[in-house]
């Protein structure tokens, strides 16, 4: 069975057989590669832990005493406070006959604009500039252009870990065609060791350096005069503006960026979440348009502006248009003419007449009150918004919230309603992806329990509200001939996306949909490659942006990043489950510049805390030179589940761009300082109850899976232990250990060693190990080598030695994943074979053969083993 994979905006095809899931070779966005995430997805197929039951206040309950429940809290708000003060926030994880139920019925039929979805996070930036630019949101390229451009230049992306298998396509593209690779980043990331040339720019410096990129393409002649004339607007105050910009880096550098960019008229930019989640971004992307459209790179082959979507189906959500300040099917609310064909086709009067609030706007109006009842559907909002204390209080200061998710999260556990909602593999439905190819996500085996899609619950709700007519989906195919057809009514051409040819579609022919692209029309998958632009006079317009310089930081800060790690996705509900992703990155870090760690006596290991204005955490720092100084990165997916340090969106505060809402995650201020550390312990559990740490540890603590169900957790304490501390109270300070369990222990309360081991049964529970000196402990594997043995082998002593005593060894730090093979493995290849070249490793021991991932990892330890040979 053909589907999709659940991951990032690529969309790559998956076939579900019963071998397991593959890639879909005849799938045109991966044709058949997978990155090491979408290689892994059947070790996701886990029903433990999932929601399968609705719960009321805790206490299980029917669907129809619940979904009863819902619609009275949210009839009752309604009624006594009016439609804006209830809402809908939802999930780039939807499918598009998800998002077009939840959209029409808060905006059509409740009649308020409050429903925003997790891709305001992401992608609502680039919403913004598009319809600026272009009088729609569209995305002009295609996937192709990658393939046939002699320039791509990757801009606040890191697409080598975040989109790794169009990545792919670029290299492919290098080495077939010659064509020149460029990151901008601030950091050295994967994208830039990669990349022919690396732009280190400061924090937020795109728009000054694509500003500077036009002028000087200006300066040069190299402007498409004729393109500009016949189907632009607004040039000359563009160009005005961008005199005024400095291009904010090494002049040098500056001169070789743009003689490639002068001199390539097939030229790719691809741009992410480095330029979307900034103060400045819509600007930024407008900058970056400018620069396309004034030298007619846009719509041809190889040449475009390109935004790679963050989500499977975020495209999706905003063609249904899940986010506030749409309407639907890229109608705009302040159109009168788009709000009465929607009104029309919807045949409803109560038609909401304004944008509704933007999700961090949404969640401020839910703390002072505003909001009575909110339904959350597929994201995890306490952990991923900014300031994530505020919105965990906003979330309690509600009177009704309603969750459907698959699993528990920090949002669930605050939820006065919990709804067990079916999952990938497990529900029918169509994504778009980054180039607006449509494709179907498919079913491939039943929800557990009582889990239901979330098409149908919101379908529940409307019924329940009185809204049965408007309604009457029978099946996802239903919904989708709905929305193909609305977004072919009266269009006339006025909109490009237009489904026209899909609105009478049979079931039988949506169940076999193969992938395809909108406009569903015959021709060239590109757009604008005759202008005819989506505004009124058909005309693109530039936007005049200014580069205004950055507030100088206060001595003594440093600039916080956030993003993703290479094998994790989103808060780790899907990934944090599977040991082999969780093998490169096993714990937060803070990655540091060696410059600053040294300034603050720091060393790799070592226990930072970090302040902002919104909170503060504690975490090991990673020293890392690809960093650059003055800045600090964290990974953006750790949680309460996996550590003490939580969610470093705790750190991020409101700031937010202006015209799209979407928040400034690369962009935090934090002061950070050095934690010295009293005291040190691993553990080893089979157990998952008992791995559930209490919070008041008096330690910064991770927990890790491993093979075999095993939970590795790791503490180092920042509070002394206290004096007539045991191992039995030790252990029961840090977990929920039985009364009846058996324990053997040792203790030297002198010198600060305290080992434990719990047993039941005649199988070992949990190994505890803790020492004031951290070379006191035992390894990992170590712990895992005693769990392995016959309990009846091992005597009480044998359970309990320390470090030395064990002939386990470190396997070391995962680094190709596909492969399972570690750095030190890979480091020893190449001085045992003198290895000079990324493919000799390949041949030696496979790393770099798969997904690719690791291929810039591969790159550095090839330049340290040179230097050291040396």
Not at 318 to 347: K, M
Not at 594 to 606: K, M
Request: some cysteine; charged content about 20%; glycine content about 10%.
């Amino acid at each position: 069975m053909n589907t999709t994979c659940p991951y990032c905006g690529v969309g790559c095809g998956l076939i579900a057989g019963p071998g397991g899931l593959t890639g879909d070779a005849a799938h045109p966005a991966n044709r058949g590669k997978l990155c090491v995430k979408g290689a892994t997805l059947g070790l996701t197929l886990d029903d433990r832990d999932r929601l399968t039951t609705p719960t009321i206040g805790g206490r299980a309950a029917t669907w129809s005493e619940a979904l009863d429940h819902a619609a009275d809290r949210f009839a009752a708000a309604i009624a006594e406070h009016g439609p804006d003060s209830v809402a809908f926030y939802v999930s780039g994880q939807f499918l598009t006959e998800d998002y077009y139920v939840a959209n029409k019925l808060m905006k059509g039929f409740i009649g308020s604009g409050n429903i925003d979805t997790n891709s305001r996070l992401c992608m609502a930036s680039p919403v913004a500039a598009h319809i600026r630019a272009f009088g729609e949101d569209i995305v002009p390229g295609v996937y192709a252009d990658f393939d046939e451009a002699d320039l791509i230049v990757f801009t606040g992306a890191n697409a080598a870990w975040c989109h790794p298998v169009l990545f792919q396509r670029a290299l492919r593209a290098r080495e077939v065609r010659g064509t020149k690779i460029i990151a901008i980043d601030p950091r050295r990331s994967a994208t830039a060791d990669l990349a022919d040339l690396h732009i280190p720019i400061a924090p937020g410096g795109d728009l000054a350096l694509f500003a500077a990129l036009l002028n000087l393409c200006a300066e040069r002649g190299v402007l498409d005069h004729r393109f500009i004339r016949n189907h632009t607007s607004g040039f000359d105050d563009a160009l005005i503006a961008a005199r005024t910009a400095g291009h904010g880096i090494d002049d040098a550098l500056f001169d070789q960026l743009a003689d490639l960019v002068a001199t390539t008229p097939r030229m790719v930019t691809a741009f992410s979440q480095g330029v979307n989640q900034s103060e400045i971004a819509t600007d930024t992307i407008n900058a970056i348009l400018n620069l396309h459209l004034a030298t007619g790179r846009i719509g041809k082959p190889g040449a475009t502006a390109f935004s790679l979507t963050g989500q499977p189906n975020a495209m999706g959500g905003r063609e249904v248009g899940g986010l506030a300040n749409q309407l639907a099917a890229h109608l705009a609310f302040d159109d009168p003419a788009h709000h009465d064909l929607l009104r029309r086709f919807w045949q409803a009067p109560n038609l909401a007449r304004r944008q509704g609030l933007k999700a961090v706007d949404l969640f401020d109006a839910m703390h002072q009150g505003r909001i009575q009842a909110i339904w959350i559907a597929g994201t995890n909002p306490a952990e991923s918004l900014p300031r994530s204390n505020y919105i965990r209080a906003a979330l309690e200061r509600c009177p009704t919230v309603i969750v459907a998710d698959c699993w528990p999260t920090a949002t669930t556990a605050r939820a006065h309603i919990v709804l067990p909602a079916a999952g990938w593999s497990e529900k029918d439905g169509t994504v778009t992806n980054s180039e607006r190819l449509i494709s179907r996500q498919r079913a491939f085996r039943s929800a557990p329990g009582d889990a239901k899609p979330d098409w149908w619950m919101f379908t529940e709700l409307a019924r329940r509200l009185g809204h049965a007519a408007a309604f009457d989906f029978a099946n996802p195919a239903a919904i989708f001939r709905e929305h193909a057809a609305l977004s072919a009514f009266e269009n006339n051409g006025a909109r490009r996306f237009d489904l026209a040819p899909l609105a009478a579609i049979p079931d039988e022919d949506y169940d076999a949909l193969r992938p395809l692209h909108w406009p569903v029309a015959p021709g060239d998958q590109r757009l604008f490659t005759r202008g005819a632009f989506s505004t009124q006079d058909r005309r693109a317009r530039f936007i005049a942006v200014t580069a205004c310089p950055r507030a100088i930081a206060a001595s003594g800060t440093i600039t916080l990043n956030t993003g993703r790690l290479r094998d994790q996705w989103h808060t780790m509900t899907r990934t944090g489950r599977i040991p082999a992703l969780m093998a490169h990155r096993d714990a937060a870090t803070l990655d540091l510049a060696p410059p600053d760690a040294e300034r603050h006596g720091i060393g790799t290991g070592d226990l930072v805390e970090l302040t902002s204005a919104d909170g503060t955490i504690t975490l090991p720092a990673r020293l890392d030179a690809a960093q650059s100084a003055g800045t600090c990165f964290a990974g953006m997916h750790w949680t309460q589940d996996q550590g003490s340090a939580g969610t470093i969106n705790r750190l991020i505060g409101s700031a937010r761009d202006p015209v799209s809402g979407e928040p400034a995650f690369k962009h935090g201020i934090a002061r950070i300082r050095k934690i010295e550390p009293l005291w040190h312990g691993i553990a080893l559990c089979r157990s998952a109850a008992i791995a559930r740490l209490k919070p008041a540890i008096g330690a910064v603590w991770s927990r890790t899976p491993r093979v075999g169900g095993l939970i590795h957790l790791r503490f180092t304490g920042t509070a002394p232990l206290s004096q007539g501390t045991t191992c039995r109270t030790l252990a029961a300070t840090m977990f929920d250990l039985q009364d009846t369990i058996e324990t053997v222990d040792y203790a030297d309360a002198k010198c600060g060693v305290f080992r434990l081991a719990a047993l039941n049964g005649g199988s070992i529970l949990l190994l505890l190990h803790v020492a004031r000196d951290h070379a006191a402990l035992p390894t990992v594997e170590a712990l895992e080598q005693r769990f392995s043995q016959a309990l009846g082998s091992l005597d009480a002593g044998a359970l309990l030695i320390g470090r030395g005593a064990s002939r386990a060894v470190p396997t070391g730090r995962i680094v190709c994943v596909c492969h399972q093979v570690s750095e030190p493995a890979i480091r020893a290849a190449i001085a045992a074979g003198r290895l000079t070249t990324i493919e000799a490793i390949g041949a030696a021991t496979k790393a770099g053969t798969g997904c690719g991932s690791c291929v810039s990892e591969l790159k550095g330890f090839l330049r340290h083993e040179c230097v050291a040979a040396e």
